[in-house]
């Protein structure tokens, strides 16, 4: 197994803003207590996480409503090239897409800081990937979008198209390749995001 799944930790970079991750004690069996007891306080997005439709579009769906079949099954892993913005015809792919796409674009396994900048996905290379049957996308980016976008196109594109986004994966060292994904986030009901454990098996197995 490979797991994709960014480390959470204290002070771990998360978008400027949004509620820190922390861990801490509330119970403790070394000062009387019967149990060792934590509160975990994290934004929807700490981390690997899920993105529902609900997050860019207030009539979208929430989190609940995502198909767990959709976060299992063949996935494939593509080194993109280092570009600020990645397009359709700078990624040429196999004529055969699984649904499930990972993008590895340069991103470390560890931030030392929230990223100053990613590549983003455009629009048409969401299309692109829309009419060849895919239905998510994931990377190893925080967002799709720049990471100064008010508009968020790529996330627009996703929900015209129906495509699930999966963010802030930990990719390095994976090869391009065919895998098994296992993607499962937190049963949040109304929720617009969740952290989720991500893996990966290899050599695929025969799931659509």
């Avoid at 895919?134 to 980016?141: M, N, P, Q, S």
């Amino acid at each position: 197994m490979i797991d994709i799944t960014r480390t959470l930790y204290p002070d771990h970079p998360n978008w400027p803003g949004d509620t820190p991750y922390s861990l801490a004690q509330t119970s403790d069996i070394s000062q009387g207590s019967t149990v060792n007891l934590m509160k975990l306080e994290t934004s929807t997005h700490g981390g690997t996480h899920l993105d529902a439709p609900y997050h860019y579009d207030e009539t979208g769906a929430t989190l609940e409503r995502i198909p767990l079949e959709l976060l299992i099954g063949e996935a494939l892993i593509v080194h993109t090239p280092r570009q600020r913005v990645l397009h359709a015809e700078h990624l040429p792919l196999p004529e055969n897409l699984p649904k499930r796409i990972l993008f590895f674009t340069g991103q470390p396994e560890r931030w030392q800081s929230f990223p100053e900048s990613i590549t983003a996905f455009a629009p048409d290379l969401i299309h692109s990937l829309a009419d060849r049957g895919v239905r998510l996308i994931g990377t190893d980016a925080p967002s799709v979008d720049a990471l100064d976008s008010k508009t968020l196109p790529a996330h627009k594109a996703c929900g015209t198209r129906g495509i699930t986004i999966l963010e802030s994966l930990n990719l390095q060292g994976v090869a391009v390749g065919r895998y098994h994904l296992i993607c499962l986030p937190l049963a949040l009901v109304g929720a617009d995001a969740s952290p989720a454990r991500a893996i990966l098996t290899s050599p695929a197995e025969k799931t659509p």
